[in-house]
């Protein structure tokens, strides 16, 4: 079965400081991940994803994320956070096969960017 | 290029009736998904559409159920509404062939009082 666990529902960090967001995932076969971004009252936008490429990706608004399969992690990182940053992140997981497939995602994490 | 239209944003019903959410997926994806995101939780999938059938669902009872129109638009049905399904509903859409991502509506956010 597949799941997702990002740690830390709320991380609060300093304009400009580094922004890691952390996603394991469990996957008996090869995953596709993605990362989303929610603003207040608003759908998910996608800010990366990785589908077995390059196992480090790079997304909008300078994120990006490493694919470690020994670590089971794919955890989101921007080197300058930005007020405009902040919002809430989802992690998500998904694999494709024969057309069945289905975005299983984690419970979030709320960003909040201090000045 | 529009992408993912849902309608209405926002609905008031009370428990016990049924409802209606509707959604337009963006161009070219054929493949609708609905998700459920209750307040401060991660969206939780319901249902996915393909070719008016369908083909996975989540761990949802049966009074939620869907449709999807030879144009891939989509509805989501809800009937005998419980308090317990207020919650911001999204709509996904996709191409079947290839994990290239979903693309989300802005979401319908029902309140059952």
């Known amino acids: 079965a597949q799941s997702v666990t990002q740690l830390g529902s709320h991380v609060s960090v300093s304009e400009g400081a580094l922004v890691l967001l952390r996603c394991n995932y469990s996957?008996?076969?090869?995953?596709?991940l993605f990362w989303y971004v929610q603003y207040p009252n608003q759908g998910l936008q996608l800010l990366l994803k990785?589908?077995?490429?390059?196992?480090l990706v790079k997304g909008i608004n300078g994120f990006e994320a490493e694919f470690k399969k020994s670590e089971t992690s794919f955890h989101l990182t921007k080197p300058s956070a930005h007020m405009s940053d902040a919002a809430e992140y989802f992690c998500?997981?998904?694999?494709?096969?024969?057309?069945?497939?289905?975005?299983?995602f984690g419970a979030g994490t709320r960003l909040a960017v201090h000045p | 290029d529009a992408g993912v239209t849902q309608s209405p944003t926002h609905l008031i019903k009370t428990r016990g009736q049924q409802v209606t959410l509707r959604c337009s997926p963006k161009?070219?994806?054929?493949?609708v998904s609905w998700y459920q995101q209750a307040l401060g939780q991660g969206p939780q999938f319901i249902f996915q559409?393909?070719?008016?059938?369908?083909?996975q669902r989540g761990n949802f009872p049966d009074r939620f159920s869907g449709h999807q129109f030879p144009n891939y638009s989509s509805e989501l049905n809800v009937n005998a509404l419980l308090l317990g399904d207020s919650a911001l509903y999204l709509c996904?859409?996709?191409?079947?062939?290839?994990?290239?991502?979903?693309?989300f509506g802005s979401g319908t956010r029902l309140t059952v009082v």
């Open positions: 996904a859409s996709s191409l079947d062939q290839g994990p290239g991502g979903y693309t």
């Open positions: 996957s008996s076969v090869p995953p596709y």
């Open positions: 990785y589908t077995s490429a390059a196992t």
């Open positions: 998500a997981v998904s694999f494709f096969s024969g057309g069945y497939n289905k975005l299983i």
């Open positions: 161009s070219g994806h054929d493949t």
């Open positions: 559409y393909y070719e008016e059938e369908e083909r």
